[in-house]
Each structure stands twice: as C-alpha cells, then as structure tokens.
C-alpha cells in the first residue's frame, strides 16, 4: 500500500507560505505525554513527519481521548483536520485541533528519514539565555504550565507577527486554550451582568463579564475598564458576534458556574463584531441531568433536565401561609429513559399558561433540586421551558419513547413506593405507614427482626400424614384420626405448626404467621416432637419455646388482606426465614449511613 504522506508539506505550513496543505496528512512520530499538568489537565506532544522534516505538535486536550484508547500511537498515519501554527518559546509548533487518523494504514515503521524543521544549535542556545531570565517555564515543557502573568504576555506579544494558515476559521469554543492566540469565536452572549465598580488599597476599577456560547460550549469573558466602556454596549444579550483576540485564562470557578477549563479577558486589541447571519448558533446550552441521577444531585442545586410529560395535574389554588397571598401552582411529572419519574412543580405564571400536550418532550434550562418527597424539581421564575427542542437528546429521546418508553414503568425517588419490589427491606415501622398488604394484590417485602413472644394456643394441628396434604385430621370415636379429603384413617396423625410470633425491631412490633417448615426452623423441633413433649412434661416443651425466643432473623413475608369474622385484617405470612448475616448487615447500615 503506497504511503499517502503529504511529502515535505510542512514547511510550507509552518511558514505560511501560499500553496500549504489545509489538511495535510503526517506521520506520528512519537506521542509524549508532557510532565506538566495544566489545571489537571493533561496534554500530548506529538511529533509529526512528512517524511522529509519533522515537527512538535501539540493535541488539543479535547482529542486526548484518542492517545488514551491507543488509536494515536507511533507510527499511525493521521489527517489534521483543523490545526494552527503557532510560536511557542521561539519555535513554531503546529496545534492539533481536530484530526482524523487514517486507520486503514495501521501503524508503520519510520518513513524516510527525517530532519528537525528547527534550526537547532541557535535554538539551544536561545532556550539557554532563557532558562536563565525565566527558570519557572523551562523547568516545567516546552510551552510551560504556567500560560498566565508576564511572561504569556510577551509570548503573545510575538505570536502576534505569526500568521497562521487558518486564521480565518472559526473556533468551537471547547478548542480555545492558553497555548493558541489565533482564534475567532462565533458566539451568542447568553448572559451579560452589570458594571461592576471596585475600591481597594490598589486602586479602583470596573468590570462586567458575559457567557459566550456555541454548539461545543460556553465560556465567560470579563471586560475591565476601558474595555468596558468599548465593549459593553456593542455586547447585547441574545445576539451572535465574531470574537478574537482576548486573553485565555485558566477559569476562576468560583465566580463562575460555566463549564470550562477557561476564561477569556477582553484586552486593548479584541475584535467583536456582531455577525450577520444570527441563526447558526444555539439559543441555550443545556447541561442535562439524567432524572435517575437526581438523588447524587445536591439540594437546591440549579440544573437542566430533559424528559417526556408523562402525566399534568390540574393547577391548585393555595394561600400562602406567610403572606396570605393566593398562588397558582401546578405539577407536572417527567420521565426519562433512565426509567425514572419526577414531579416537577411550576408556579405561578408558569403554572397558568403551561399548554403543552401530554407525551411532548420538553428541555428544561434552570430547575431547582428539592427534597421534597424524596427528590422533586421546581422550576425557577428565571427558567426555561422548550418543548420539542432540536437537539439529538430530544431525538433520542422521542426514539426510546416510541419504541419502548410508553409501556415502561416508572422508578421514583419518593421514599413511599406503593408498588413494592420482592422482598425490598422493610422496617415494622414502614410497613404500617406504607399500609402493605392493604391493596388487592399482596405484597412482598423482607423485615430484620427478633421474636418475642410464641404465642402457645393452637400451635399445631393434627393434619393428614400423607405427603402433600396437609389437612386437619378428625379424630373418630375408635381413637384413630381420619382425613376427610383423603378418605383414610390412621393410628398416628403428623402434627404441623402454625405458629404466631411477635416480633419486634427498633420501629415496633408486628404479629407474623408461621406455616409448619418455618415454624421448624425458629423453634428446632418438629410439631409431632413438641406435641409428645407437652404430653410427657410440659416444662421441656415451655423450656424449648424459652430458647427458640429472643433470636433474630431476616423474614421474607407476604402481607394480603384476609376477612376474619366480617373484618378486613392484613395478614403478614412468613414465607422464608433466614438466620442474619452480620456481614451483609454491617454493610447495609454503611449504606444507610453514608447516605445521611
Ligand atoms: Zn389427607
């Protein structure tokens, strides 16, 4: 297979010169990760041939993802997709912005022999005198970690007089970093504060800052001074402008909620112009939470959410009991495909005008996280309701729904489930408030407790011996017992438990029925022993309930209405009983207790 290395396009490349490649294809010939960590961030150095000459590039953080799954290694042929020349510490290195590696050529040995595109024993000795004046950088890579202060200043200085061959595209706000200055945004200003005034020991200033957005993010740029007063007015909110020429900081996240590794400041020879076609760029940037994630989201936490209007509630009138003001509000209940249902409350305005029609996709921007009944959302006077946004999450979305999503049911974060899994962990306490068992269909559900009281009356019966059956026997009058379902009589019948305990945990107490195999279990003897017993000496038998009492155990019970003379009871019977283990328990408790 013939090599498809751009032969000796580099040089043209990094000179600027007419004719270079836009998007030329190389050689890698080493991937480096660099010892320095910009703001936890990782980068790559990666040197490229053209198989005639060969250059330092560096990947923009956002492909690291390819050095990491090992598809960009040495060797692999890769097409630059969208890169910049830049000058760094006096030499020009190439920033990889977007790439494409060639794949279909796997990963070759060293092609040609390639020459360093630097003139080298002068750039040396230049790098010497440097190490001298600033010894931070060089100790750190080629380009440092510390892009911030005096001495980017003067590197920008210089990479002012470098043209670059791309200087004309346009940037994803996602690709601008400290180690490239030749760069125009195309963004909507979301989001524009006031002119900030202030006074201390240093003097005194202003500022305003605003969010620029595109499809690949947002980032805040801050004006100070005159630059205020040059910029923000032209700066209007909603509208889409061409940015160049700002300073890229490392984020101030404490000022900020935007999600970006930086920040620009607007200086003396930024360029805005307001861009004729409005249309291209997004209106808002949502940061979407899936609603399975909400109880990992913190209380009143502000987020976006997207999701399917499962079910409208009529809008309900209250007085407020502070002020004595009438508000409307209205809930509304969403699901995503993580299978999971939250009730999203609107008020006011929102509450009266919300028109959209059930089974609509709406995209959220600004929803507060509450706790109330587990985890709710409320939606802010400041937020944003789209429906059927245009964007591929509602896509995705509406294709879950239609194919699988309408028949689903529905997790919820409320603590009262009324549909209960199989033997979901229940305290004495929580069956009662659930009011278990209390619905047409049983309920399942396992309980940790300890037995305190075997209730004594009718704690066997004597039932047909044969296998399977089960059914009380009657003893007749020649003292043989007969088994009406079976026909049959016997000299013996077999002796089966239905014993009644009550059990208690920290919450409180509850009365469990027993059937004869779990009654074997927590007594240790079969009913035909206990009945013998209690004929021969009654005082064993008591002292054979005295040590069955008092022991703990994890029940599976069933809990189902039962009419007993006339009255509807629930009946909680014990389907399984295991002995606890501590382990497991110790584990279940962490649980409990790392979630407060
Ligand atoms: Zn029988």
């Given amino acids: 297979m013939t090599e498809p290395i751009s032969i000796g396009s580099l040089k043209p490349i990094l000179n600027a010169q007419p004719g270079a490649l836009q998007t030329p294809i190389f050689q890698v010939l080493q991937v480096r990760k660099l010892t320095s960590v910009s703001n936890g961030v990782e980068r790559y150095r990666i040197v490229l041939s053209d198989s005639i000459h060969y250059v330092q590039s560096m990947l923009a953080s956002q492909k690291n993802e390819l050095v990491v799954s090992g598809k960009l ?30 794949e279909q050529y796997g990963i070759l040995p060293k092609i040609g022999a390639p020459a360093s595109l630097e003139p080298s024993s002068s750039t040396a000795d230049k790098e010497e005198s440097r ?71 240093k003097g005194e200033g202003k500022l305003f800052s605003c969010i620029f957005m595109d499809e690949s993010g947002e980032i805040r740029a801050t004006a100070f001074n005159d630059q205020v ?61 899936s609603l399975k994630d909400l109880d990992s989201v913190g209380k009143d936490s502000i987020i976006d959410v997207i999701g399917i209007l499962n079910d409208i509630h009529e809008i309900v009138e209250i007085t407020s009991k502070t002020t004595q003001k009438l508000y409307s509000k209205r809930d509304i209940f969403l699901v995503d495909n993580s299978n999971y249902s939250v009730r999203l409350t609107l008020w006011g305005k929102h509450a009266q005008d919300f028109n959209i029609p059930q089974e609509t996709i709406v995209a959220f921007k600004g929803l507060k996280v509450t706790d109330f009944n587990g985890r709710s959302l409320s939606m802010l ?9 245009q964007i591929e999450e509602a896509y995705l979305l509406k294709k879950w729904y239609d194919k699988q999503g309408k028949e689903e049911t529905f997790m919820t974060h409320q603590p009262t489930i009324t549909t209960i899994r199989k033997e979901e962990r229940k ?18 559900f396992s309980v940790k407790a300890t037995i305190v009281f075997f209730k004594q009356e009718n704690i066997f019966y004597p039932a047909c011996p044969i296998e399977g059956c089960n059914k009380k026997a009657i003893e007749d009058n020649e003292g043989r017992w007969r088994c009406e ?112």
């Fill in 131 to 201: 190490k001298q004046e600033i010894p931070v950088i060089n100790q750190t890579s080629f380009y440092g970690n510390k892009p911030l202060g005096p001495t980017f200043h003067e590197e920008k200085e210089k990479m002012n007089h470098i043209s670059s061959v791309s200087s004309t595209t346009i940037y994803p706000i996602e690709s601008l970093s400290p180690y490239q200055n030749k760069w125009t945004i195309k963004a909507r200003v979301t989001n524009k504060t006031e002119i900030k005034h202030w006074h201390n020991q």
């Fill in 229 to 289: 007063d040059m910029l923000y007015d032209a700066l209007q909110e909603g509208q889409v402008y061409f940015v160049s020429k700002c300073r890229v900081n490392i984020a101030k996240k404490q000022f900020s909620n935007v999600q970006n590794e930086y920040e620009l400041t607007f200086e003396r020879d930024t360029e805005v112009e307001r861009c004729p076609d409005q249309s291209a760029v997004p209106h808002v940037k949502f940061n979407f939470v």
């Fill in 381 to 389: 006077s400041g937020a944003m309701i789209i429906a059927n946004p």
């Fill in 427 to 444: 305290t004495i306490a929580q069956i009662k408030d659930e009011q278990l068992g209390m619905t047409e269909q049983p309920d399942y």
């Fill in 73 to 102: 290694q040495k060797g692999a042929i890769v097409q630059l997709i969208q890169f910049s020349v830049n000058m760094m510490k006096e030499r020009k290195i190439i920033i990889i912005i977007n790439l494409n590696i060639l």
């Fill in 485 to 596: 379902r079976c026909d049959k009589s016997f000299l013996k019948p077999q002796y089966r438990y239905i014993v009644t305990i009550s059990v208690n945990d920290h919450t409180g107490q509850i009365w469990l029925n027993c059937f004869d195999d779990i009654g074997r279990q927590i007594i240790g003897k079969s009913a035909d022993d206990i009945a013998q017993m209690k004929e021969e000496n009654e005082q064993a038998a008591l002292n054979i309930f005295h040590e069955a009492n008092c022991k703990s155990y994890v029940f599976r019970v069933r809990a189902k209405q039962d009419s007993y003379n006339g009255a509807i009871r629930v009946r909680y019977q014990v389907m399984g009983v295991s002995p606890i283990n501590w382990a497991h328990e110790c584990k279940l408790l962490a649980d409990i207790i790392n979630s407060y």
